[in-house]
């Protein structure tokens, strides 16, 4: 009987588990696994509290529907009927600019305007900012097919202005990330595709949408999902459904101390209680400077590879407040910040206008981040001391002045992994290391293809698959 041994109970490895379990059963393949987490609870970054009428997220708060894998795999779990969406009819971002809320142009999607009026008439982007985005139609494609940075990407096809007001405070907003070192490859290989085969993001785009309407209309397009979903209860009931349906060994509270190698080429996996595992194959589902600790004895090359995996540490705080003492309309999912902002805040998400039932209806619920790229430090600031800069900051820029009914705070220190420029060449040596010197080790999770829920679960299941040589 082969038994494969799992590090890590985040929503990567739980993925792991869940399809091992379900391909060997359809294949027949005799096989037992363990999966061992350190924290008393499954999930990782995944944390909901529900208390009082508040459903409360502390890491991820929705999953991007577009990538299939966390709705097939709710939906699969018999969690259909619990999905719900965010408000789109409610759909509006602003971006602060000189301390005020400005909204995001119409038909802006992700960075690119796809409707003219609405752009055209904003104030958010300059005359001459405005002309310079329109130059995407003309300007011709990138040659070559190196890595190139976000930042050096959105300045060369749609400028200066448009990376800063909206690229670089939507991608901190979105990745916490630096876009002058985010790799295009690893994150928006759309972009490069579009770019190479219209020779422009507007029309791109335009084309794109232009096909989804037609399809629409011949009746051939699969029903359409809001693009952002959670669970009814919160992410966590999607974990406890992974849980509840898992057979094999789970372990929690527990500790991977050791890892070693057997000389009949199995493993054996030291636990933090003082017990040993022996495995055929493992899979590290950790932050990737946790698995370069683990294998640091077995591969120097390896650990160095997947200790430059940077990470940044973001802190979110969740403020309720009467809602009658409220008197900004909540018009929208919230607001981003633009590093020329003299605000100490990244994004705020007005929960209670993006999703229904996250607060009682006489509450509004709103959710900062703070920290990333630009204020790291501020991680570290206390819970008292972090709930009071946020206050500072959203009297400011929102008028809000009421006392907060509730407060829940969580710090994600080095929790957020970056995908530099290179990422998908440093993955492939990862991997190639891994091959030579640990045959049946598997590394899984957002440290390499995707950071996000959907790309996790895929990374999950395709690990898994890959352990079972199934297709
Ligand atoms: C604040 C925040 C907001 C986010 N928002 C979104 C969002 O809205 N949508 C979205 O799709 N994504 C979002 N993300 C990203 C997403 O949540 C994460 O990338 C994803 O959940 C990571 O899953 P994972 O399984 O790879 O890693 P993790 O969740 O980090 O799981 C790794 C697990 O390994 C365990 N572990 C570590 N060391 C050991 C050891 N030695 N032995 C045993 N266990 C160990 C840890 O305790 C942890 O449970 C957000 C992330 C953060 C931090």
């Given at each position: 009987?082969?038994?494969?041994?799992?590090?890590g109970?985040?929503?990567?490895?739980l993925?792991?588990?869940h399809?091992?379990?379900?391909?060997?059963?359809?294949?027949?393949?005799?096989?037992?696994?363990?999966?061992?987490?350190?924290?008393p609870?499954?999930?990782?970054?995944?944390?909901?509290?529900?208390?009082?009428?508040?459903?409360?997220?502390?890491?991820?708060?929705?999953?991007?529907?577009?990538?299939?894998?966390?709705?097939?795999?709710?939906?699969?779990?018999?969690?259909?009927?619990?999905l719900?969406?965010?408000?789109?009819?409610?759909r509006?971002?602003?971006?602060?600019?000189?301390?005020?809320?400005r909204?995001?142009p119409?038909?802006?999607?992700?960075?690119?305007?796809?409707?003219?009026?609405?752009?055209?008439?904003?104030?958010?982007?300059?005359?001459?900012?405005?002309?310079?985005?329109?130059?995407?139609?003309?300007?011709?494609?990138?040659?070559?097919?190196?890595?190139?940075?976000l930042?050096?990407?959105?300045?060369?096809?749609?400028?200066?202005e448009?990376?800063d007001?909206?690229?670089?405070?939507?991608?901190?907003?979105i990745?916490?990330?630096?876009?002058?070192?985010?790799?295009?490859?690893?994150?928006?290989?759309?972009?490069?595709?579009?770019?190479?085969?219209?020779?422009?993001?507007?029309?791109?785009?335009?084309?794109?949408?232009?096909?989804?309407?037609?399809?629409?209309?011949?009746?051939?397009a699969?029903?359409?999902?809001?693009?952002?979903m959670?669970?009814r209860?919160?992410?966590?009931?999607?974990?406890?459904a992974?849980?509840?349906?898992l057979?094999?060994?789970?372990?929690?509270?527990?500790?991977?101390?050791?890892?070693?190698?057997?000389?009949?080429?199995?493993?054996?996996?030291?636990?933090?209680?003082?017990k040993?595992?022996?495995?055929?194959?493992?899979?590290i589902a950790?932050?990737?400077?946790?698995?370069?600790?683990?294998?640091?004895?077995?591969?120097?090359?390896?650990?160095?590879?997947?200790?430059?995996?940077?990470y940044?540490?973001?802190?979110?705080?969740s403020?309720?407040?009467n809602?009658?003492?409220?008197?900004?309309?909540?018009?929208?999912?919230?607001?981003?910040?633009?590093?020329?902002?003299?605000?100490?805040?990244?994004?705020?998400?007005?929960?209670?206008t993006?999703?229904?039932?996250?607060?009682?209806?006489?509450?509004?619920?709103l959710?900062?981040?703070?920290?990333?790229?630009?204020?790291?430090?501020?991680?570290?600031l206390?819970?008292?001391?972090?709930?009071?800069?946020?206050?500072?900051e959203?009297?400011?820029?929102m008028?809000?002045?009421?006392?907060?009914t509730?407060?829940e705070?969580?710090?994600?220190?080095?929790?957020?992994?970056?995908?530099?420029?290179?990422?998908?060449?440093?993955?492939?040596?990862?991997e190639?290391?891994?091959a030579?010197?640990?045959?049946?080790?598997?590394?899984?999770?957002?440290?390499?293809?995707?950071?996000?829920?959907?790309?996790?679960?895929?990374?999950?299941?395709?690990t898994?698959?890959?352990?079972?040589?199934?297709?």
């Open positions: 009987m082969t038994h494969i041994i799992i590090i109970g985040g929503i990567a490895g993925a792991t588990a399809y091992l379990q379900k391909y060997a059963q359809e294949n027949k393949v005799n096989l037992t696994y363990t999966l061992v987490e350190k924290d609870k499954f999930g990782g970054k995944i944390v909901t509290s529900a208390s009082d009428g508040f459903i409360i997220e502390g890491g991820p708060d929705s999953f991007i529907s577009q990538k299939p894998w966390a709705y097939r795999l709710a939906v699969e779990l018999g969690l259909k009927e619990r719900i969406g965010t408000n789109d009819d409610r509006k971002t602003y971006v602060v600019h000189k301390g005020k809320l909204p995001l119409d038909g802006v999607m992700l960075i690119v305007p796809t409707r003219f009026m609405p752009f055209a008439l904003s104030p958010l982007i300059s005359p001459l900012g405005k002309l310079r985005m329109g130059m995407d139609l003309f300007i011709p494609p990138k040659k070559d097919d190196a890595d190139e940075s930042s050096d990407f959105i300045t060369r096809r749609l400028g200066r448009a990376l007001k909206i690229a670089e405070p939507l991608m901190a907003g990745y916490v990330a630096d876009p002058m070192r985010l790799s295009l490859k690893s994150t928006f290989p759309r972009f490069i595709a579009m770019e190479k085969k219209y020779g422009s993001l507007i029309k791109g785009m335009l084309s794109q949408m232009k096909a989804r309407a037609q399809s629409a209309q011949n009746g051939n699969a029903p359409k999902l809001p693009l952002f959670t669970l209860g919160g992410l966590m009931e999607l974990v406890n992974i849980v509840d349906n057979t094999g060994e789970l372990i929690s509270s527990v500790r991977v101390n050791e890892l070693s190698r057997t000389a009949d080429g199995r493993y054996t996996v030291e636990l933090s209680n003082g040993v595992r022996r495995a055929d194959k493992v899979v950790t932050p990737a400077y946790i698995a370069a600790d683990l294998l640091e004895s077995h591969s120097a090359a390896l650990a160095t590879e997947l200790r430059q995996i940077r940044l540490s973001t802190a979110t705080v403020l309720a407040f809602r009658a003492e409220i008197e900004h309309p909540l018009d929208g999912f919230g607001f981003v910040v633009p590093k020329s902002e003299d605000c100490k805040l990244m994004a705020c998400t007005w929960v209670s993006k999703f229904s039932g996250r607060a009682p209806d006489d509450q509004v619920l959710r900062v981040f703070v920290g990333g790229y630009k204020r790291e430090e501020l991680v570290d206390s819970d008292d001391e972090l709930v009071a800069l946020v206050r500072g959203l009297r400011r820029l008028g809000i002045t009421a006392e907060p509730r407060a705070i969580y710090h994600w220190r080095k929790s957020n992994a970056q995908y530099d420029v290179g990422h998908i060449e440093r993955v492939d040596r990862i190639q290391l891994a030579e010197a640990l045959p049946g080790m598997h590394f899984t999770g957002s440290a390499f293809k995707g950071v996000g829920i959907p790309d996790c679960i895929r990374q999950g299941e395709e898994a698959k890959a352990i079972l040589s199934v297709k």
